[in-house]
């Protein structure tokens, strides 16, 4: 069981917008403003698309999006094409006791 | 450019070690700590410890304190994240990851590109 939660699975149609939800606690996303977000690809490892809850990666498309409120942050998804068909992860620094919690995963899928 | 080179593929028995390593280049080595993330086949990601490689300092979770332990050698850039008792739950990729601010902003900048590591009699 991950200490963060998403929802496993989200989908959209190309051009449309998605939003994928990441729910910890108090003493870690709520706490801390070092909330990352990750893409993987099947087979590969995962890029970095959202650091410090908002900022993006040189690289990273704009259309890639973060944003937090209370214990729960979020990463959208504008815009959407085929190629962001991936799982992917949020992150939360926890704090000395923890150090590093990560969410179970989204799988999206591009209908 | 930033590159993490990681060792091959391992097939291991229960209750022996495992040794992965994790080559880096294309930065200056001991200013960026090292972490290591586990995930096992078709699941999430999981931390793992990390490494200071100036000094050699470690942080490990709760979960793998006593089992694992993460070295580094200065003189070929390179650390080291051994685990010791495995048993089929430990069948995973292990990562190394580059923490993106140096010495704790616990994001992940670069990543290598994986080891898996197999534990089956």
């Known amino acids: 069981q991950s200490a963060l939660t998403q929802p496993a699975s989200v989908s959209g149609s190309p051009g449309q917008s998605i939003t994928i939800s990441c729910t910890g606690t108090s003493s870690d996303v709520g706490t801390y403003n070092l909330v990352s977000w990750y893409q993987q690809h099947p087979g590969e490892a995962p890029r970095l698309i959202i650091y410090e809850v908002t900022k993006r990666p040189s690289g990273v498309s704009y259309r890639f999006s973060g944003s937090k409120s209370g214990n729960t942050a979020s990463l959208t998804i504008s815009g959407l094409r085929a190629e962001d068909e991936a799982d992917y992860f949020c992150c939360s620094y926890a704090g000395r006791s923890s150090y590093v919690v990560f969410g179970g995963g989204t799988k999206l899928t591009v209908l | 450019q930033v590159q993490l080179v990681q060792s091959g593929a391992e097939v291991k028995k229960p209750g022996a070690s495992v040794k992965v390593s994790c080559e880096a280049s294309?930065?200056?080595?001991?200013?960026?700590?090292i972490h290591w993330v586990r995930q096992a086949p078709g699941q999430g990601l999981q931390w793992m410890g990390m490494?200071?490689?100036?000094?050699?300092?470690?942080t490990y979770t709760q979960k793998f304190q006593g089992r694992v332990t993460m070295t580094r050698d200065t003189s070929t850039s390179t650390v080291y994240m051994d685990l010791s008792s495995l048993d089929s739950e430990d069948t995973a990729v292990y990562f190394c990851?580059?923490?993106?601010?140096?010495?704790?902003?616990?994001?992940?900048?670069?990543w290598g590109p994986g080891t898996f590591v197999t534990v089956s009699s």
């Open positions: 990851a580059r923490d993106s601010g140096g010495s704790g902003n616990y994001y992940f900048d670069f």
């Open positions: 490494i200071n490689p100036s000094g050699g300092g470690t």
């Open positions: 294309g930065y200056t080595f001991t200013k960026y700590y």
